[in-house]
Every structure is written in structure tokens, then in C-alpha cells.
């Protein structure tokens, strides 16, 4: 069994540069603004939508590349963070890693070290972060062979150590449409959200997502319309919109 302790060990500065130094962490920069009070409701949803029990284990993806989804998973992360909940950001984008740039992490020990190196430490792959409650997982160096890596045993026991250990773990994943990773990883979580940015996603894309998540049996909890503005406008982050599936996988606006 993996033991997970001292956490507050590593202090990583928070970034809310440019997309080029990762992505902006508006609920850290701005935890009033509007846009910070819609992470609120979309964490709301997020845990009313498990009426039975609280969901552990979170995977955020997309259809393809440039949809927000690691804004959303960061953000996100902050929300749940400051709720109280000990919060796990974990990269498990591999190919295009955004949390060592978000986070002002240089050359950081990561998911991969974990999943190749057996004799590697899991406590020197988490971080803390300037906000309290929140860790990050950066995924380290690019490996040639991720999927191989996510569908590892050795990814199993990571997932399970974590999640007996944090009472949230949102896993940054690859777009569905780019690579397997997604699909792989949507088996080994509680839920899947997929991220879909208004005049970015085309309606066929978002559909073989969801076919191809359904195909696997992973549970997709909702979908995330990203960059609509509101109505008095707002640019990127006007308005973070939410819906969730039911039996039938219809979607249905959250009022």
C-alpha cells in the first residue's frame, strides 16, 4: 500500500499568467467574481449530482485540443480546495502538460516518474500550493508510451492510494478524440466531465466523444459549455455552463 504523508512539504507559487504560463487561475486570482461564483455552482452540481455518495475520483477531458479543459480542472480544483476538501490536481495529460506552468513548477518529479520507476516515492511527485487544501501532481517527463502507462496496475494501486487518502482527485486528461489515454482512464473514476468550448467543438466530435466514452462504460456526470458569454459579456470566461446526463445520456440544461 502506498503511503502518502507530508504533503506541505514543496510550496509551489501560483501562476495566474497567460495561457503561455499555463493556464489563468481565475478563482485564486479573483475568488468574487462572477466567473469564480459559477465555479461554485458547477461544484455545487458536481456533488448534487451524486445524491448516494461523494464522488473521489474526477476525470476532466474534451473532444479535441484548445477547449479549456485544463482551465476547468484547475479551476475546479481551487473551487473544491476551498471548500475545505484536501484536493488533488493530478496531470495526467502527458503529451501537453500544463500544471508545472501553472503552478511555477521547474523540472518537476511527476506522474511518470511514479509509473516507471518502482522504487520512486509518490510524496516527491505532490506538491503544495499557495492555495490551501490544494496539491498538484505535475506528470513529469514525456513518456513514449502514456496509455501503456495509465493502464498500468501501477496506475490502478496510484488511483486507489490517492483517493483513500484525499477526499478529491481530478485527473487533467488528454481530448478524447486526440488519443486512447481518455477512455483508459474514464474506466478507473468515479465520474467523467467533458469540457465542450462554444465555436471550438463541432456537434459531430462532442458525439463521438460521448460514444466513445459510453463504449468503455465510463460514467460521464455532465458536460462543461465553455467560453458563452453572459449577457452584459465578460470575453473568455464569460460563463461556465453545466449539464449532466441521465439513464438515457440526454443532456439537460442545470437550472
Given amino acids: 500500500m502506498l503511503n502518502i504523508f507530508n504533503l506541505g512539504k514543496k510550496k509551489a507559487p501560483l501562476s495566474t499568467d497567460s495561457m503561455e504560463n499555463g493556464v489563468h487561475m481565475i478563482t485564486a486570482a479573483s475568488p468574487n467574481s462572477v466567473i469564480s461564483e459559477q465555479f461554485k455552482t458547477l461544484r455545487t452540481n458536481i456533488q448534487f449530482s451524486n445524491a448516494d455518495s461523494s464522488y473521489r475520483t474526477l476525470m476532466l477531458t474534451s473532444s479535441i485540443a484548445s477547449e479549456g479543459k485544463s482551465t476547468i480542472a484547475a479551476n475546479l480544483a481551487v473551487t473544491f480546495a476551498n471548500q475545505g476538501l484536501h484536493t488533488l490536481l493530478v496531470d495526467a495529460d502527458m503529451r501537453r502538460p500544463t500544471i508545472n506552468a ?51 496496475h501501477r496506475m490502478d494501486s496510484l488511483i486507489k492510494a490517492l ?93
Fill in 102 to 152: 501553472t503552478f511555477s513548477i521547474s523540472n518537476p518529479k511527476g506522474l511518470t516518474n511514479f509509473l516507471t520507476d518502482r522504487d520512486f516515492d509518490v510524496n516527491e511527485a505532490i506538491y503544495a500550493t499557495s492555495v490551501d487544501n490544494l496539491f498538484v501532481m505535475p506528470s513529469g517527463p514525456v513518456p513514449p508510451n502514456p496509455a501503456e502507462l495509465l493502464s498500468s
Fill in 163 to 255: 483517493s483513500e487518502q484525499l477526499d478529491l482527485v481530478i485527473y487533467d486528461a488528454p481530448p478524447v478524440l486526440s488519443v486512447t489515454d481518455a477512455q483508459i482512464l474514464g474506466t478507473k473514476v468515479d465520474g467523467t466531465i467533458l469540457v465542450v468550448r462554444k465555436n471550438v467543438a463541432e456537434k459531430e466530435a462532442v458525439r463521438r466523444s460521448v460514444s466513445a466514452l459510453n463504449q468503455v462504460k465510463a460514467k460521464i456526470i455532465g458536460t462543461v459549455l465553455n467560453d458563452v458569454e453572459n449577457a452584459g459579456g465578460g470575453g473568455y470566461y464569460g460563463y461556465y455552463g453545466y449539464g449532466y446526463y441521465g439513464k438515457t445520456d440526454k443532456k439537460r440544461q442545470a437550472r
